[in-house]
């Protein structure tokens, strides 16, 4: 039996298609994905993502334990409200899932992380609080909803169906969250557009669903959310990376935190690594769609594919792939496309920012 | 959506129209574009080669996944729809107008081994329950 998030019935409303996703029966699109993803470039568009889970970490020690857990240090966060992306390490070094931090308050912290791996991640949670010895309490919240709205108009047009909530959030900088009541509003999300990501008692999801619809945003499904997420260069876990690579060898290196003698899980493995791979950039400059698992022949080793998609933003096929290191960007390289090798070249990502593509230079 | 009854169809989701100069014209149809979802990429077979029915003959792509076309008939392709290249979407707004290449069909009476529309529509049944 699938599991259901709060909005299940919204997204028959507006006639999904629906998939399992996980272990979760999740909306893959409402009639047509292309559509779906224009409508987050250049307007706005909603995601259900309540299949992820909300974790609270609560306790005087909680910074003190995500200290340790976290490849990013929660003391950045510089003041209640602000975000922080991060890797959850094995001692390996490999990555048990990647999730957002919030600082909500002294003392109280909520991690999201993904939906496939939320069982597995709150198993290795407890137990890293069991060992640290820190009385820190954590919380599952399977009681919240999440509603990603996304795209140039969508503050905009969040604040048209919650004005109520208008001054709680119009200050609010990037990466950065406000709770409101029991709600908690960030500006984050996964797509490379402005916009909000709202976590609300479920039992309230539908009402703000059906408030978004009537404002006009525009209910978009997993396969645009995947689009988005690639465009805007962001990985996707499972797909991109997993236990069995590092942060450094999935282009993920910004997001672990070295400095100083911070004792965190995955430490000392991440600093005598050398790492023989990385995660790359590709354009194909033929005709066809690059996808995942393919294998990429280049001037220094062979290669795969990780997420491959056919960008609707740029009108060509654009992938993430793990290269030998001694590739370089601008290169050419050569994919194994359905029995015939396709040139495509290594580019610096995000591919696209704000409705924008940022690779026009790098192919000309 | 219905299924046109004056085409021909085969298990592989093509469909088939018998055209005034004895050659036919195939396409997907409309419940292969439907699982397929926005097409981006549609592949032809190169105009006077020759292809055996269930051969691979073209490919089409979706945002999703790539799906192989397969020769209905055995025959000679003699047109491809060029239009398809730059508009594959052409394909999701009506399956049965976008037409992909043309065969000369080389055995006679083959076309008449071709699922019809009552045929085809106890297959789609069967894959969707």
């Known amino acids: 039996m699938l599991k259901r998030t709060p909005l299940f019935e919204s997204h028959r409303q507006c006639n999904a298609k629906l998939v399992d996703f996980s272990g979760w ?10 559509e779906e993803h224009h409508a987050v470039r250049r307007d706005a568009g909603m995601f259900d993502v309540s299949h ?20 990013n240090s929660v003391a950045r966060l510089s003041r209640p ?22 600082y909500v308050a002294d003392g109280v ?17 407890s137990r890293r609080r069991d060992s640290a010895a820190l009385k820190v309490d954590v919380v599952a919240r399977r009681d919240l909803a999440m509603i990603a709205v996304q795209g140039p108009k969508a503050r905009e047009k969040f604040w048209q169906a919650k004005p109520a909530l208008r001054k709680d959030s119009e200050n609010l900088s990037s990466f950065s969250a406000e709770p409101a009541a029991d709600w908690l509003i960030a500006r984050t999300g996964y797509t490379g557009e402005d916009g909000f990501e709202i976590t609300l008692p479920a039992g309230q999801a539908e009402g703000l669903w059906e408030s978004l619809l009537a404002a006009g945003v525009k209910p978009a499904g997993l396969g645009a959310r995947d689009t988005l997420r690639l465009e805007a260069g962001m990985n996707l876990y499972g797909q991109d990376m997993d236990e069995s690579v590092t942060p450094i060898e999935s ?29 790359a950039g590709l354009v194909l400059r033929e005709r066809g769609v690059l996808r995942a698992h393919q294998k990429v022949h280049t001037a220094h080793g062979a290669g795969e594919i990780t997420s491959g998609t056919f960008s609707p933003t740029l009108g060509l096929s654009i992938a993430f792939a793990r290269l030998p290191v001694a590739v370089g960007l601008g290169e050419e390289v050569s994919v194994e496309v359905r029995g015939r090798n396709l040139v495509a070249r290594t580019v610096k990502y995000p591919f696209v920012r704000h409705g924008q593509s940022l690779i026009d230079d790098q192919l000309a | 959506m219905s299924i046109p009854a004056e085409l021909k169809y085969t298990d592989t989701h093509e469909w088939v129209r018998k055209e005034a100069d004895g050659s036919v014209s195939v396409g997907i149809t ?41 020769a209905p008939l055995t025959g000679k392709i003699v047109a491809v729809n060029e239009e398809l290249a730059d508009a594959p979407e052409k394909i999701n707004e009506g399956a049965y107008d976008a037409w992909m290449f043309r065969l000369q069909p080389a055995e006679p009476g083959e076309l008449e081994t071709l699922l019809d529309a009552a045929g085809y529509g106890t297959l789609v049944e069967s894959e969707t329950h």
């Not at chain 1, 992820?52 to 490849?71: E, I, P, Y």
């Not at chain 1, 912290?109 to 949670?125: F, H, Q």
């Open chain 2, 30 to 70: 409309h419940h292969a574009q439907d699982l397929l979802g926005d097409l981006v990429y549609v592949e032809n077979p190169q105009v006077g080669r020759e292809v055996k029915k269930g051969e691979e003959c073209g490919v089409v792509e979706s945002v999703k996944a790539a799906s192989d076309i397969y």
């Open chain 1, 81 to 102: 409200g602000k975000a922080l992306y991060s890797c959850m390490l094995n001692a390996q070094g490999g990555i048990i899932d990647d999730l957002i931090a919030y």
């Open chain 1, 251 to 279: 282009g993920l290196q910004w997001t672990v935190d070295l400095s100083g003698v911070r004792d965190f899980v995955g430490r000392d493995a991440i600093s005598e690594l050398q790492p023989a791979r990385k995660l």
């Open chain 1, 25 to 34: 029966e999740m909306p893959l699109h409402y009639g047509s994905q292309l």
């Open chain 1, 52 to 71: 992820m889970l909300a974790v609270d970490v609560l306790g005087a020690h909680a910074k003190d334990f995500l200290l340790q857990l976290l490849a």
């Open chain 1, 109 to 125: 912290y909520r991690l999201v992380v993904n939906a496939g791996t939320a069982d597995k991640d709150l198993e290795w949670i």
